[in-house]
């Protein structure tokens, strides 16, 4: 629970206790030593950035010590502990500004805020460095998931505000947003859209990564990018389970069906079949297909047979078809088309 809530929870249990005339004790027995900051150790200097954790050492005393740390330019992080185990902990944000910060606990026995231990972060120039960008030139034109977007990456030595403002060949500003990122190797991504959310168009656009520091100190870097468009060739993969397929009998054949699978089983008849319909692009070409299948234990060879076709009605349409008759029979599972188109990106 929060702070206060926990707070006003202990004093509406004083205020009944009182009004049925019993002794109020302000709060669980003192534990027999205070709280113990263990880490960071007492007197430590951290990095900027640094998240955690605050450990203290409670004892074990089955307390509650409402727990904050504080640094330069006030309270950045407050929470509740309770001494169940010796040491308990706790994250902060990340740490932006130089300087002393001190952990300080309160609990009814104390009656305030005492400290009991400090560490200090230390202050550092802002450095942006080892900026990358892949790919140089991308393909946002055609929104297929294809090298769509390109990555800014970029090396910071301390927790930083990064905006990054994406001007084109005149100038202007197409895109900016902003976030903050912490110390280490960092990136940033660009999807080719506008602020408002439109496709740029084909051209190169410079990509600038600024930097701020709680300190106020700034550092930028740029690079240029191309965003373009192009046709080129691509594989395409495509299955089917037994579920989407066409089933047709005629005589005396049966499909049956058990875990998604089809049984195409015949007694003497003419035919059952599954069909899988493809849709393709009319331009494909060098196409292989495949069905996945077994046959039955009822089949009954080699009275009858067992056929597997790949037919192309139309120029934008394909299908894989299995067929038993006679006394054959056999399982299908799926049908798995696989070809080469021509597609703009």
């Known amino acids: 629970m929060s702070v206060l809530i926990r707070r006003l929870v202990l004093l509406a249990a004083a205020i009944a206790c009182a009004a049925a005339g019993m002794t109020v004790v302000a709060g669980p027995a003192r534990a027999a030593t205070p709280p113990v900051l263990v880490a960071p150790v007492d007197g430590s200097q951290v990095e900027l950035g640094f998240t955690g954790p605050v450990q203290l050492d409670l004892g074990g005393s089955g307390d509650w010590f409402d727990v904050r740390v504080a640094g330069p330019s006030g309270v950045i992080a407050e929470t509740s502990l309770y001494g169940y185990d010796t040491v308990e902990g706790f994250d902060v944000p990340a740490l932006v500004e130089g300087g002393d910060y001190r952990v300080q606990v309160w609990s009814y026995e104390i009656d305030g805020w005492a400290t009991i231990g400090s560490f200090s972060a230390d202050w550092a ?90 300190a106020g100190e700034s550092r930028s870097i740029s690079r240029t990018v191309t965003a373009a468009t192009a046709v080129v060739t691509k594989t395409a993969t495509k299955r089917r389970g037994a579920a989407q397929a066409s089933p047709s009998t005629r005589g005396s054949c049966y499909i049956t ?39 039955s234990s009822l089949d009954r060879c080699c009275n009858g047979t067992i056929r597997k076709t790949g037919t192309r009605p139309s120029r934008s349409r394909y299908v894989v078809t299995t067929t038993v008759s006679g006394w054959r029979a056999f399982w299908v599972h799926s049908a798995t088309l696989r070809y080469k188109y021509r597609a703009r990106i």
């Open 125 to 214: 120039p802002l450095t942006l460095s080892d900026p990358v960008v892949s790919p140089t030139t991308f393909y946002p034109l055609v929104r297929d998931g294809y090298r769509d977007r390109v990555r800014f990456s970029i090396t910071l030595n301390q927790h930083a505000d990064v905006t990054t403002i994406v001007r084109n060949s005149a100038g202007r500003t197409v895109r900016i947003f902003s976030r903050g990122l912490h110390r280490g190797r960092r990136s940033v991504e660009w999807n080719g859209l506008t602020t408002t959310g439109a496709k740029v168009p084909a051209g190169r656009y410079k990509i600038t990564v600024e930097a701020q520091n709680g």
């Open 257 to 295: 069906w058990e875990d998604g699978s089809a049984e195409l089983d015949c007694w003497g008849g003419r035919y059952a079949r599954m069909s899988f319909g493809f849709a393709i692009p009319a331009s494909a070409w060098d196409l292989h297909w495949s069905v996945s299948g077994e046959r």
